[in-house]
Structures are given as structure tokens and as C-alpha cells.
């Protein structure tokens, strides 16, 4: 890992637009799911579509996507020899922005504030990375399927600690808004050095290398990759600004949290002895019941009075499931 001496001529630095366009679409997804999430947050959706298992493989796919760019881009920057100082410059740059968004989800989402996500992953990923880009490709295939796997098989207790969570080797999930661990994550990078390593020669001179975007769109996506950091950093932001003012200019949609008080109440019902088809059917009747009465959806905790009101709809709900109601 050396950089050229100071007789040797600089290296071109044009940048290939077909890799850009990539991560300028990867950007485009990425922001689609966050619009998604800040829908259902914000319950401008039944529910939060972000967050069923269609959506966690999306993003799962997002960001395996990011970050095998990433493992392809320290290949086309550093392959011939690394550039300490902008790769240096890089680094703060985004280990910064992790440390930022750390911070202000610490404030905005303290229950489940953003402590390695994928600024975070990318940053430690590139450090550790660097050295792959300059063995053969089969050690980073090697390490890539290593680390992928490496969840499946080394799972602790003592991995479990708040500590270490960063590793993603434990048995629990921390309550995080963003969590992406170096294992299996770190693996994606080394994917992407072992495939740029294996397709640089051909890429070098090809067609694609030699492709420009010219279309409107093309150049858009182009540049936003180019500049994936500040899109990253922005667009966040801006959605939910944009959601929040929709939410009070809207309220919330009629049938947000529906799903979710449902399956808790059948969930609370069956641990306190109910019967499980009652459960059920009263779940219906008392959300139904709730929202008659004014009770469903205002965001704020139930007075004493409220909650008196709610505990006796829920009572004769259930009862009239059981078919155990008095007659009027």
C-alpha cells in the first residue's frame, strides 16, 4: 500500500460515470425507503409498510448494495496505490457524519438513537478494507463469505453486552433506528473489492468505462452519486419536514395502528386467559368502539377518565364476544 513518489506523473482522476449512476440509484432506493418509514412514523399510512418483512429486505438489498460500492470504490481510488491524503479526508468526512447523526438521533430518538448505521459501517468497513484491495482477489472473495457467515456461527452470551453490539455477533437486536454491524455487513464491502478486482482489467478502456451520461435524468443520478454523502445527510431531513407538515395539514390516516393494537390486544387477551377466537373478535369491537367514542388516534396519553372509558369498552367487547353480555 504505497503511494506514488513524488517523481511519479499524477494519475488521472476521472471518475467513471457508470459507477456514480449506481450509487446514484442505490441513493434514489435509499430514499424511497426512508419516505416509506416517515410515512408509517409519522401514520400517514395504516401501517408501517418499512417495516414488514418486504420492506426490512429492501432494505437489507439497499444497503448491501451501498455497501458493495463501497469495496468496488476502494479498489478504483486506491487499487494502483493509496491516495493517504484524500483517503484520509474521506474517512473524517464520513466517520464525522456518523458521529453527527449519533448525536442528533440521540436527541430526536433517544429509545432508539442511531449508534452504528451505515455512516458508521462504511467508515470502519473502508479502514479495514484498504489492505484487501491489495491481495488477491480469492482472500477478499474468502473473507467476504467468512464474515457473511461468521453471524450463523459465532454467536456468545458475552457478545450480547451493549459493547459489542457493533459487531452484530450477539443473539439480541438492539432497538435501533439504523444498526448495521460489521459481520455479515463488513462482508458486502469485501465483496465488492474481490469483484473489482477481478473486473478492473476488463472495466479499464472498456465501453462502460468510456460511457457518459448525457440524458437529464442520467446526469442527475450521476452527480447525486458523486455527491452521496451530502444527498445522504439531507434528504433525511427535508422528508420528514415535508411528511410532518402533510400530517398536520391531513391528520393521521384513519386506520393508522390498527394492525399493531390488534395483534397486542389478542397478544394481552390470551396471556390474561382469554379465549383465543373472543380475543380476536373483540380486538375488532374495541378499536371499532374506540374510534366511536372519540378515543383512537389523538396521540396523547388517556386521562384517568379516558382510560376508565377505554377499560370498560374493551370489558363489554369482550364479554360480547364471549357471548356473555348482559341483555340491554
Not at 73 to 85: E, F, K, S, Y
Not at 241 to 257: I, M, N, Q, R
Not at 268 to 292: F, K, P, V, Y
Request: positive net charge; charged residues 15%.
Amino acid at each position: 500500500m504505497t503511494a506514488p513518489s513524488p517523481s511519479t506523473p499524477p494519475r488521472p482522476s476521472r471518475r467513471i460515470d457508470a459507477v456514480d449512476l449506481a450509487r446514484g440509484a442505490a441513493l434514489a432506493a435509499m430514499a424511497a425507503y426512508h419516505a416509506l418509514w416517515d410515512l408509517g412514523f409519522l401514520q400517514l399510512t395504516p401501517l408501517n409498510y418499512a417495516l414488514t418483512p418486504m420492506g426490512r429486505l429492501a432494505a437489507h438489498g439497499i444497503a448491501g448494495s451501498f455497501l458493495l460500492l463501497v469495496g468496488a470504490g476502494l479498489v478504483l481510488a486506491n487499487g494502483d496505490g493509496v491516495r493517504w491524503r484524500s483517503f484520509a479526508l474521506r474517512i473524517a468526512r464520513i466517520g464525522g457524519a456518523a458521529l453527527l447523526i449519533t448525536a442528533a438521533t440521540r436527541i430526536a430518538f433517544p429509545q432508539s438513537y442511531i449508534f452504528f448505521g451505515i455512516l458508521h459501517c462504511i467508515a470502519v468497513s473502508s479502514v479495514l478494507g484498504l489492505p484487501f484491495v491489495f491481495l488477491p482477489a480469492w482472500i477478499a472473495a474468502l473473507g467476504a463469505l467468512a464474515v457473511l457467515l461468521a453471524p450463523r456461527v459465532v454467536v456468545h452470551p458475552l457478545l450480547d453486552a451493549p459493547e459489542f453490539y457493533f459487531l452484530g455477533l450477539g443473539r439480541g437486536l438492539p432497538d435501533s433506528n439504523d444498526w448495521v454491524p460489521l459481520f455479515p455487513w463488513f462482508g458486502m464491502v469485501l465483496a465488492g473489492i474481490a469483484l473489482a478486482r477481478l473486473l478492473r482489467p476488463a472495466l479499464s478502456g472498456s465501453a462502460l468505462a468510456r460511457w457518459r451520461a448525457r440524458h437529464a435524468l442520467a446526469r442527475g443520478a450521476a452527480f447525486a452519486g458523486r455527491h452521496s454523502l451530502a444527498v445522504y445527510l439531507i434528504h433525511q431531513p427535508v422528508l420528514l419536514a415535508l411528511f410532518t407538515g402533510l400530517v398536520t395539514l391531513t391528520g393521521p390516516h384513519p386506520k393508522a395502528g390498527l394492525a399493531s393494537f390488534r395483534k397486542d390486544y389478542v397478544a394481552h387477551c390470551a396471556r390474561t386467559g382469554g379465549e383465543a377466537g373472543a380475543c380476536r373478535i373483540a380486538a375488532r369491537c374495541t378499536a371499532d368502539a374506540l374510534r366511536q367514542e372519540g378515543l383512537w388516534g389523538s396521540g396523547k396519553p388517556y386521562s384517568a377518565e379516558e382510560r376508565a372509558r377505554a377499560q370498560g369498552l374493551s370489558q363489554r367487547c369482550y364479554e360480547a364476544a364471549e357471548g356473555t353480555a348482559p341483555p340491554p
